[in-house]
């Protein structure tokens, strides 16, 4: 947090900055005080990056003074800028696209190139240590036009932050970041600001503003509105400063307006929104009900006035409604998952439905008005999950119905040969019947065999063209619940050029996410699970990573976690040790390998290399 003593590190006083005949800044004034994280905010087109601008030596301000540590000061160029310590991080994220990650994260430093040689060798070797000291998984030596959106801000940022610069500027940078490598900036953020540095940055996203920066500057038409601290301003009035028309007769300051007021201003967002939102005031009466949500509900006629208990009657246990009344009533956030919720379906019967609930109180200033409900419903994510676990439980026992299968027919195989015999030596004709019914009921075995047999054959199986991208990414929505719970992040690096491969869709799905499922239970205490996919330039073959940060595989268990009924969770019950062996039938299956390895220092991967198509 700033301090309210020292002097501002950096300050705008009056900066006026025309494009042409656009004015883009008229007369702007605010300043950064040391170990500050700064925010601006506003619609496109306000001014925003201007300002950064300004500061970064790019563009001259036409009028107005710029004040560093409280001393008058020039910005002629950025090298004046970086002579201060100040960092920009622009939109554009410029790199010499066909070099390596670590050339372009030292260009022009002449710690790493002092002179006109320099040596690759200790480019890759700084480059790497970098790299790891920001917890980034980017290859030093990849091609920077190789890498994607994600990639390309991390390292951007990266280039700029790990001088350790007195001001970072970010435009509109942490928007375009993977959630895995948000934390890891907002870490190293935070690292930075702690150290005495400040940090502005430019965004739309309201909620970073709230859990990162200590205060917010509101931009509108080249004009500062207002300056204040993130806990002195609600979420609604920030909103409705920023992004909605205020008449000019209205006061800056007088921002606080009645609920229906803020309704006026953005129903016609709310009503295009793709969720289900209903918005309802703090005795729970519904105020507004978008067209997502009139459509899901069923609902005939507009709702307004109705209670939302009324609307959420068929919601399953009353524990659940008591809940939310409690949350409405006492403007307490609230979230609930895998709620029952029966709704009237096509065929004019009642069909019920799986739904998460999330309730948001709004705020005008500091009195409570109402709350914001969204309905999102997972009854097909959930159909897919009872399928997934329906599939693999139907592989185990064809496993074991097969396996057990194989055995019988070696003892039935004796006994056809034993009653062979004994027809061609026995003369009674009673002794000779038995023999024949002894024949008889092993043929009835013979033939449950052959259904045992055929249950688990892998003859026969449907293949399909699919991108191994989608595939992955929609496993990984499956389990980011238990994932959120376990307090494990997922760090999903696709293929950005997509990765086909010909597989039975159902049963790779069963790969995939038996290896997710090894992978949570791995990180009993949190942790980080790494799934990567990239398709082989000289070979064409699609490998696909998971690597997690648990304890790892144990000597003694690496040679035997692909046998059947081996498992490495012993006193738990629910496992037979199937899991890893099915996967590794189904890969070999399709012309694959599956391999798994410890990580150093800790963790474990498991690789699968599948043939591409085309």
């Keep these: 947090m700033a301090s309210d003593i020292l002097p501002a590190l950096a300050e705008l006083n009056g900066i006026v900055v025309s494009y042409g005949n656009l004015l883009v800044l008229d007369k702007v004034s605010f300043s950064i005080a040391p170990g500050e994280i700064h925010a601006i905010v506003g619609e496109h087109g306000a001014g925003k990056s201007s300002i950064a601008r300004v500061l970064g030596g790019l563009v001259q301000p036409e009028q107005g003074l710029i004040l560093w540590e409280g001393k008058s000061r020039q910005f002629p160029d950025v090298n004046a800028s970086r002579n201060l310590g100040i960092e920009l991080v622009t939109q554009d994220n410029e790199f010499f696209q066909h070099q390596s990650v670590a050339y372009n994260l030292f260009a022009n430093q002449s710690v790493v190139f002092p002179r006109f040689f320099f040596s690759p060798k200790r480019i890759f070797a700084a480059a790497t240590e970098v790299l790891s000291s920001m917890e980034a998984s980017i290859p030093p030596r990849k091609i920077v036009a190789d890498l994607s959106l994600p990639e390309r801000v991390f390292l951007d940022i990266i280039r700029h932050l790990y001088t350790e610069p007195r001001l970072l500027i970010l435009d509109e940078a942490l928007e375009k970041l993977s959630a895995v490598v948000l934390i890891r900036v907002r870490n190293q953020l935070h690292r930075l600001v702690e150290s005495g540095s400040s940090v502005l940055f430019i965004t739309h996203r309201i909620d970073d503003i709230y859990e990162f920066s200590d205060r917010v500057t509101i931009i509108r038409d080249g004009r500062i509105l207002i300056t204040e601290s993130v806990r002195e301003i609600d979420k609604v009035s920030l909103i409705k400063l920023a992004y909605t028309q205020i008449p000019e007769t209205t006061s800056r300051r007088n921002v606080n307006r009645e609920f229906y007021e803020f309704l006026k201003y953005n129903e016609a967002i709310l009503e295009r929104l793709p969720v289900n939102l209903i918005v309802v005031d703090h005795t729970g009466t519904v105020k507004m009900m978008n067209k997502e ?12 006035g109705k209670h939302i208990t009324a609307i959420l009657a068929s919601l399953t246990g009353k524990e659940a409604i008591r809940s939310i009344m409690e949350a409405v009533t006492e403007g307490k956030v609230y979230t609930a998952f895998d709620l029952g919720l029966d709704l009237m379906g096509g065929g004019g019967g009642m069909v019920r439905h799986i739904v998460d609930l999330t309730l948001s109180p709004i705020r005008d200033g500091l009195r409570y008005i109402g709350c914001i409900l969204i309905i999102n419903d997972t009854t097909e994510q959930q159909r897919l999950r009872e399928q997934i676990t329906f599939s693999e439980k139907l592989t185990s026992v064809g496993l074991l119905a097969a396996g057990v299968a194989h055995e019988i027919n070696n003892p039935l195989e004796s006994i056809y040969s034993c009653a062979d015999t004994l027809k061609l030596t026995l003369k ?6 038995t023999v024949e019914r002894l024949e008889s009921e092993a043929e009835a075995i013979e033939h449950i065999v052959r259904n045992l047999i055929s249950f688990g054959d892998e003859e026969g199986v449907d293949l399909e063209n699919i991108d191994l991208n989608e595939l992955v990414y929609n496993i990984i929505k499956l389990v980011r619940y238990n994932t959120r719970y376990r307090k494990i992040t997922i760090d999903w690096n696709p293929d950005p050029a997509g990765a086909v491969i010909s597989v039975n869709k159902i049963e790779m799905k069963q790969v995939i996410l038996n290896l997710f499922k090894n992978a949570i239970e791995a990180m009993s205490e949190g942790g980080i699970m790494t799934v990567s996919l990239s398709k082989s330039r000289g070979k064409n073959q699609v490998t696909l990573i998971v690597a997690d940060s648990g304890p790892g595989i144990s000597a003694g268990e690496a040679e035997s976690i692909f046998l059947p009924f081996y498992s490495t969770k012993r006193g738990t019950s629910g496992h037979m ?19 798994a390895e410890n990580l150093d220092p800790r963790g474990c991967r498991f690789i699968i290399r599948l043939p591409a198509t085309g």
């Design 428 to 433: 009674e004709s009673s002794a000779i019947q």
């Design 577 to 595: 040790g199937l899991g890893l062996s099915i996967s590794y039938n189904i890969i070999k299956k399709m012309g694959g390998e599956i391999t």
């Design 293 to 304: 949500a009139l459509n899901y509900l069923r609902m005939g006629d507009h709702p307004f």
